[in-house]
């Protein structure tokens, strides 16, 4: 599975847009670009996935460049629980496929 | 929304002993998993499991460690000797296959004294 790079942690404006980005640019065409986020010790909690379109659900939308080499986690409007430590994570699709958790971004919403 | 469950939330357990931890995955799902997370570490993959037998495994899972669904519902995770670097969130995961995602429980805190 491609590796991704995230940055460490952002702030982000109780209101506003909160955009999270990732690299893979490493990414293949059998990859799936997902997001996970995880609020304190809880499990990881899915938010979306893609391909290569723009995907959009009602938790956020997923934005992937033409190239595939980067994609970007949008929060519309960020609350304060919306803050958690987000995982962008590429993955190989096959049925039993694991995946692979890296350090993520911390999103960090501020009043 | 259907969800992942996890019994217990918190366990906690003398060294060498054995520990059994629970999951109820969704319904309609056919993959399962076990992850890890160390405190203040990342998530880490442990086992996966598909009809009825072990897909795939990782070197943290090792022959203290064993998967079985007893029945239609439950898949469990057994750790037959604990250590005190198994103290860990354990977390379950399911999905339907192919591109779907994985769902995750709540996970189980295990801490060994």
């Known amino acids: 599975d491609a590796k991704t790079t995230q940055p460490p942690s952002m702030d982000c404006a109780e209101g506003r847009a909160a955009n999270l980005p990732c690299n893979h640019s490493?990414?293949?065409?059998?990859?799936?670009v997902y997001w996970y986020r995880q609020i304190h010790s809880q499990g990881p909690q899915y938010i979306i996935h893609?391909?290569?379109n723009n995907e959009t659900n009602e938790m956020a939308s997923l934005i992937i460049t033409e190239d595939r080499k980067s994609s970007t986690l949008i929060l519309p409007h960020a609350t304060l629980r919306d803050t958690a430590v987000y995982y962008c994570?590429?993955?190989?699709?096959?049925?039993?496929?694991?995946?692979?958790f890296g350090s993520g971004t911390k999103l960090n919403v501020k009043p | 929304e259907p969800e992942v469950t996890q019994t217990p939330s918190h366990q906690v357990t003398q060294m060498g002993q054995e520990v059994i931890l629970r999951c109820v995955p969704i319904s309609n799902h056919l993959y399962f998993y076990w992850y890890r997370q160390i405190l203040g570490q990342k998530v880490e993959f442990l086992v996966s499991f598909y009809n009825n037998e072990i897909s795939e495994k990782s070197e943290i899972f090792d022959d203290q460690f064993s998967v079985e669904r007893p029945d239609g519902s439950n898949f469990t995770l057994k750790i037959r000797s604990t250590k005190l670097e198994d103290s860990a969130m354990y977390f379950c995961?399911?999905?339907?296959?192919?591109?779907?995602?994985?769902?995750f429980g709540d996970g189980t805190r295990l801490s060994i004294l």
């Open positions: 995961a399911s999905h339907t296959g192919g591109n779907q995602p994985q769902h």
């Open positions: 994570i590429v993955r190989v699709v096959y049925n039993f496929n694991k995946f692979y």
């Open positions: 893609g391909l290569k």
């Open positions: 490493t990414i293949s065409g059998n990859e799936y």
